[in-house]
């Protein structure tokens, strides 16, 4: 029977049925929608074919799109059709069905809160491949989260101002990614899976965000509903936690570390590391650790480096920790693969199991990856590490590795959740030096790791991809966020002057300086010849890390900030002025905690455009105080000046303008 107007109350859900539910008599169904009340939100949900339209405030925050619903059977496609039934017993709302298939019905379970609900849908009758559900993109304004884009030289900010397409979104990928999205309108989306996903974003041009689950379980998620973007991504992080700590110090937030590879690439070897490392000593570039990007079990390691605790020692005189690069990964030629495949130390091939899982690397060549799961092998790992540490030198390491390949076979009773919890475990366990960890799906939220987002161009354009993947890693929950090497790499031909001296000032004023191309000058690996850069951008990048110690101790104060609340310490506009409607597509400035404004210049030229939001803000550089929101025209912005302000009545204000203040004057 129909249920009548009325209140229920459970929990902290007031429900009002604005209309009523559709009950079991003929012709209940495409009788028209069925709204459901809460105190933040109405779920309207039509009945001629099933789709969920959220309403606050009377306008339409998320809707899914016509046909949101499909599955698929074999290679083919069909659709969830008209509501059959439905009935609702407290918050919980069931509904049935019909779809193409005569004999296979849908069955839909909405759990209703004051702040999100809860979606459960699954097939009777059969048993799908996959189940997909659609949203309407322009439903709920822009789009962000996701984490990085798999094409590593393209991050669209937001979401649907490109496209986007990941067939492989994964706990186990390399990318650092989490099933979570937020929109403009304060609506938000968590698909529950630990399991391969298909994502995508307005593929093709479609307008439609849609995201795809194995078949053989319902297709599970939480869509959130507040009145900000910032309100959505809490809501989030008190699902998968907050970190709890900060596994990177002051000393390596203060100063950069400086990374071999875009400097090195292939050459990587004893006389180069120094070479270098000398060099940005001698033109006053600081940092506090200096990592060869060479693994010790590449087959030639000892003849390139034939004294690891020589270039420790030399390397602390100049200022300089040693660190190493570290992967699970166990290419075919390095110096142990056999006995790694004679122990039985790699994951196992899916058709074989008597044998290891092998793939093609980014170098092309075949590899393994060495199975955590397996007790023996990860100490055999671990044990290696430790040897460096204690034999050679080597103060800690950077971790650059999946944990998991899903092309592989998992060892007996693991899951892809104990692979990234060995891994982070072991990885804990040293000293990663400011180059962190690259986790997917928050799965090692507590740790505080440090996250770099992937390489990028050496371009201009990489630098603003690197800019857009540091603001949508660290609003999926990574607040510790730096960009992969300052000037880029991909083996790409050296950054020009500019692209090098730009993307240090920007990485200035973000939460950690990660380097590698030496502004003293670098060898071209696309023709081996050596490039030289201008003695000014030494200059301008040496007064770029001036600008970041200099911020050392209000970047900070927004760590232990983030340890209390969980909030990102880079982050976008509008997660400070939600109400500021120009900020949700600013893709160049960004909030370095409540206090400062970034707008560096990101492209060729010597002016820009920046938006100011709402509040009373000093301009660093001309020494102004200006009142937002306002759009500030061509602002004169030559290679010499970073363009950032301070939001004086933000808390942490006069230390970051004093900060500032001083950076600029030794300009």
Known sequence: MPIGRGTVRRGSAALILAAPLLGTAPGAAGSGPVTFATLGY???????????????????????????????????????????DSSREGDTVRVTAATDLPDVTVYLRITLRSDRYDVNWSLSGATADVLSTAYDLDSAGHWYGHGENTDQT?????????????????????????PFWYTADGTGLRVDTDEPMDVRINSGGNGLGEFTVAGDRPAASTVFVEDTPAEVYRDHIALVGKPERSDTSYAQYASPLWNSWAQLYGEQNQRNVLAWARALAAAGLDGHAIQVE??????????????????SQELKRLGFDLGMWTGLYMPETAADFSQAVDKGYLLKDPSDPSRPCLFTWWNGRPTGL????????????????KAQVRESGVAGFKFDTAFFDDRCVPY????????????????GEFDQQGAGLR???????????????????????????????????????????????????????????????????????????????????VKDATTGKWVDYDPGTVELYRAAIATHKRLAPYIWDQVRQTLKTGDPIMRPLFFDFPKDEAGYTVADEWMLGPAVLAAPKLDEGTTRDIFLPSGVWRDVSRGSVLRGPATLRAYAAPLGVTPAFVNLRAKGAAKALKALRAADATR
Do not use: C
Not at 48 to 65: K, M, Q
Not at 155 to 177: E, H, I, K, N, R
């Open 42 to 84: 109405e779920l309207r949900v039509a009945t001629d074919r099933l789709t969920l339209t959220t309403v606050r405030a009377g306008r339409t925050v998320l809707a899914t799109a016509a046909g949101a619903f499909r599955f698929r059977i074999g290679g083919d496609w069909y659709l969830v059709r008209e509501v059959t």
């Open 439 to 521: 986790v997917a799906w928050n799965a090692a939220q507590a740790q505080g790791f440090a996250t770099r987002t992937a390489d990028k161009p050496t371009t201009f354009a990489g630098l603003r991809a690197a800019v857009s993947a540091n603001l949508a890693v660290s609003t999926i929950g990574y607040p510790f966020v730096e960009t992969d090497m300052i000037g880029g790499s991909l083996q790409y031909p050296p950054p020009t002057d500019e692209v090098l001296a730009r993307w240090a000032q920007a990485a200035s004023l973000m939460p950690l300086m990660y380097a590698s191309t030496s502004p003293t000058g």
């Open 370 to 385: 060495i199975d955590l799961a397996n007790p023996a092998a990860g100490q055999w790992y671990t044990r290696g590490l």
């Open 154 to 178: 393209v991050q669209p900010w937001p979401l649907d101002s490109g496209q986007l397409v990941d067939t492989a979104f994964s706990p186990a990928s390399y990318q650092v990614m989490s």
């Open 294 to 311: 060479e693994s010790v079990i590449a087959a030639d390691f000892d003849e390139r480096f034939p004294d690891l605790p020589a270039l």
């Open 412 to 427: 007996p009773g693991a899951t892809r959740a104990d692979y990234v919890r060995h891994g982070t475990e072991l990885a």
